[in-house]
């Protein structure tokens, strides 16, 4: 364990002290994320990406002469569970944390690993509120913020599409509330009117009466902010109801999930999501592995899982150890070739170098539009 543990931090080790005992020489890399439950389809394929990024060091010989261990915590992507599930990952004496998966989850999680002490880099937690200059200083992530996004949408609304007036639907929740929210303020900056502003609830089954009200209202766009289940079947019962209007929503969108729910409903559809690098050599490697090893295409968020695996590992190794303050330093010094192009951290902790792009979806496939934005 690090030093400096809070009194909460010190509960959890007691606690684990009941359980069997492991080698001191082992560097543990917890996961934290919805490895069940309805959001499964965005954790499960971090976890997997972790486990085998675990592998293949391991079969080299470890990190530093030390074997790596994976010890892995569902929170379903609900808050409530994820103080459990990361109380628990300090308590199984985590050295750093790939996750939280989701926003919610991510910023209720937080203040517990920084009373612990322990480096948590998220793969797909996109609130631009966790890199606030001192807020959540040992939190990192190889994913693009909700700003960023916002900007690449606006921007592609504003000079692709044309929009003039536009309907804001999202889940209320921290990370679709804040896309609409930040796509709004770029938009009505540029003088596009909002028609509509309006939450929507993720357990609706019927959802005529919103639908309704676009059709009235005939926007140029709807810009939505949630996961793909309510993306899902808000575009089926627009398509449905023969309601045309282009949507687009954030990086939750693009998942293969949403293709297999929706099916011909999803055609046209856009989403932000890090731009194509399929050609890179370590895409391919990462994406074979999977291939072998589960029998499938790679899901939502694996890419951003393995390079904040990867600069983990590569922090711990120049670092020469665990110690959280030297980690610090390593993470933002050091330039690691990921399946998403070559990756370091700025000052707040958000990755730099990472490109995102529009897709949309043709042929019952996302596309890669030409339309992008290279963070900093």
Same mark, same amino acid.
């Given at each position: 364990?690090?030093?400096?543990?809070?009194?909460?931090?010190?509960?959890?080790?007691?606690?684990?002290?009941?359980?069997?005992?492991?080698?001191?020489?082992?560097?543990?890399?917890?996961?934290?994320?919805?490895?069940?439950?309805?959001?499964?389809?965005?954790?499960?394929?971090?976890?997997?990406?972790?486990?085998?990024?675990?592998?293949?060091?391991?079969?080299?010989?470890?990190?530093?002469?030390?074997?790596?261990?994976?010890?892995?915590?569902?929170?379903?992507?609900?808050?409530?569970?994820? =103080?459990? !599930?990361?109380?628990?990952?300090?308590?199984?004496?985590?050295?750093? /944390? #790939?996750? *939280?998966?989701? +926003?919610? @989850? =991510?910023? !209720?999680?937080?203040?517990?690993?920084?009373?612990?002490?322990?480096? /948590? #880099?998220? *793969?797909?937690? +996109?609130? @631009?509120?966790?890199?606030?200059?001192?807020?959540?200083?040992?939190?990192?992530?190889? /994913?693009?913020?909700?700003?960023?996004?916002?900007?690449?949408?606006?921007?592609?609304?504003?000079?692709?599409?044309?929009?003039?007036? /536009?309907?804001?639907?999202?889940?209320?929740?921290?990370?679709?509330?804040?896309?609409?929210?930040?796509?709004?303020?770029?938009?009505?900056?540029?003088?596009?009117?909002?028609?509509?502003?309006?939450?929507?609830?993720?357990?609706?089954?019927?959802?005529?009466?919103?639908?309704?009200?676009?059709?009235?209202?005939?926007?140029?766009?709807?810009?939505?902010?949630?996961?793909?289940?309510?993306?899902?079947?808000?575009?089926?019962?627009?398509?449905?109801?023969?309601?045309?209007?282009?949507?687009?929503?954030?990086?939750?969108?693009?998942?293969?999930?949403?293709?297999?729910?929706?099916?011909?409903?999803?055609?046209?559809?856009?989403?932000?999501?890090?731009?194509?690098?399929?050609?890179?050599?370590?895409?391919?490697?990462?994406?074979?592995?999977?291939?072998?090893?589960?029998?499938?295409?790679?899901?939502?968020?694996?890419?951003?899982?393995?390079?904040?695996?990867?600069?983990?590992?590569?922090?711990?190794?120049?670092?020469?150890?665990?110690?959280?303050?030297?980690?610090?330093?390593?993470?933002?010094?050091?330039?690691?070739?990921?399946?998403?192009?070559?990756?370091?951290?700025?000052?707040?902790?958000?990755?730099?170098?990472?490109?995102?792009?529009?897709?949309?979806?043709?042929?019952?496939?996302?596309?890669?539009?030409?339309?992008?934005?290279?963070?900093?």
């Amino acid at each position: 364990m690090k030093k400096g543990l809070t009194c909460l931090a010190a509960m959890a080790l007691c606690l684990a002290l009941a359980a069997p005992a492991q080698t001191a020489e082992t560097i543990k890399i917890g996961v934290q994320g919805a490895h069940s439950g309805d959001l499964a389809s965005y954790g499960v394929p971090s976890l997997n990406a972790v486990k085998l990024v675990i592998e293949q060091v391991n079969a080299k010989g470890g990190v530093l002469g030390r074997k790596v261990e994976l010890v892995a915590q569902d929170d379903q992507c609900k808050p409530e569970m994820a =103080t459990n !599930a990361a109380t628990k990952l300090i308590s199984d004496q985590s050295d750093v /944390v #790939v996750g *939280p998966i989701c +926003t919610g @989850p =991510t910023t !209720a999680s937080l203040p517990i690993f920084q009373q612990a002490n322990i480096i /948590v #880099v998220s *793969p797909t937690a +996109t609130a @631009p509120a966790l890199t606030t200059a001192g807020k959540h200083p040992l939190f990192f992530r190889t /994913v693009a913020h909700d700003n960023a996004q916002a900007q690449l949408t606006s921007d592609f609304l504003l000079k692709k599409l044309g929009v003039k007036k /536009v309907a804001f639907l999202h889940d209320n929740g921290e990370y679709g509330k804040g896309f609409a929210d930040n796509n709004r303020v770029f938009l009505e900056k540029e003088g596009v009117e909002t028609v509509l502003y309006e939450a929507v609830s993720a357990d609706a089954v019927d959802f005529s009466a919103v639908v309704r009200k676009i059709r009235r209202l005939k926007p140029d766009a709807v810009v939505f902010g949630g996961y793909q289940p309510l993306a899902s079947k808000l575009v089926q019962q627009m398509r449905r109801d023969r309601v045309q209007t282009p949507f687009i929503g954030p990086d939750g969108v693009k998942d293969e999930t949403f293709l297999k729910m929706t099916g011909k409903a999803s055609e046209g559809v856009y989403a932000s999501y890090p731009k194509d690098t399929s050609a890179l050599p370590l895409y391919k490697e990462a994406r074979e592995a999977h291939i072998k090893a589960f029998g499938s295409e790679p899901g939502f968020g694996y890419y951003n899982a393995w390079a904040a695996a990867q600069c983990l590992l590569a922090a711990i190794e120049k670092s020469g150890g665990t110690d959280t303050a030297k980690l610090k330093t390593a993470l933002r010094e050091t330039s690691v070739d990921t399946p998403l192009g070559k990756i370091n951290f700025n000052e707040l902790g958000d990755a730099s170098g990472m490109a995102l792009s529009i897709y949309q979806v043709q042929n019952g496939k996302f596309v890669e539009l030409d339309h992008n934005l290279t963070l900093k």
